[in-house]
């Protein structure tokens, strides 16, 4: 029950506020969960997928902001870049014991949290857009991408921050571009892991009750009245408590 439950205010918190499904859920399933460190990616990842899908399902009767070849371009980095990081975290996790997993995980995890909290807070009033190609995209979502499978979460708050600071992109724009990148990214590190695993699915109690929460959530979060800008109050709250809940994770880990 207590998946169902966090699942469900992760989700509906994170899609409110524009940040991502699992934003908060990742570092919250690290805190409470007594399941491996592959199991937690399984979940996040399946978290993650699912309210994406109902996202990008949700935003198909509305005009794209992007144009369809970036938008290709997304996909495919995104994607190349999920298997890469799915990849690259089966290969950390068997070379590296738990709690050592643990701390560095969500030492990356909290620093990927905490330069968008920083950007949006201050930079952003300083700092001035570089406005490049959109050509770069490809290479973004690549490491993005990346960075979201090898984490098991969206990474949404790393690609807004990149897409405001390197293409000077409208809301809208970077919030498609985070979507497309958290969604192709998740599919790619799914796929990976699913023939790693011989197509076995881990953990399938937690999942019963872990993504009802997150389709729930989300469904939540699509009403207009829950719908807010990417960078207002309940969005600093989200990065704020996310990077909290990584700190402790890391403290604990040492301990």
């Not at 207590?2 to 919250?28: D, K, N, Q, V």
């Not at 949006?120 to 406005?131: D, I, Q």
């Not at 990148?181 to 796929?191: E, N, R, T």
């Not at 699913?194 to 076995?200: D, E, K, P």
């Amino acid at each position: 029950m207590i998946y169902l439950i966090l699942s469900a205010a992760s989700a509906f918190f994170g899609m409110a506020s524009g940040l991502g499904p699992t934003t908060l859920l990742r570092p919250l399933l690290d805190a409470v969960s007594p399941l491996s460190p592959s199991s937690v990616a399984m979940l996040a990842t399946m978290a993650t997928l699912c309210a994406a899908l109902l996202s990008a399902f949700f935003a198909l009767g509305e005009p794209l902001p992007l144009h369809p070849d970036e938008l290709i371009l997304l996909a495919a980095g995104a994607v190349i870049g999920g298997v890469l990081g799915d990849l690259a975290a089966a290969r950390f996790m068997r070379v590296i014991d738990e709690s050592a997993v643990l701390l560095l995980q969500n030492a990356l995890l909290a620093t990927i949290i905490a330069l968008p909290s920083v950007y949006f807070a201050t930079l952003a009033r300083t700092v001035r857009p570089l406005a490049l190609s959109r050509l770069f995209s490809f290479p973004v979502a690549l490491g993005t991408g990346l960075i979201a499978s090898f984490l098991a979460f969206g990474a949404e708050p790393l690609s807004l921050m990149l897409y405001f600071l390197l293409f000077d992109a409208e809301n809208e724009e970077s919030s498609v571009a985070a979507l497309t990148i958290a969604l192709c990214s998740m599919s790619g590190k799914l796929v990976t892991m699913l023939i790693r695993q011989r197509f076995a699915l881990p953990e399938a109690s937690t999942l019963i009750w872990l993504l009802p929460g997150a389709l729930l959530g989300a469904l939540l979060a699509m009403a207009p009245a829950a719908r807010r800008g990417a960078l207002g109050k309940s969005g600093d709250a989200v990065l704020r408590l996310s990077l909290f809940t990584s700190l402790i994770n890391i403290a604990a880990a040492i301990l």
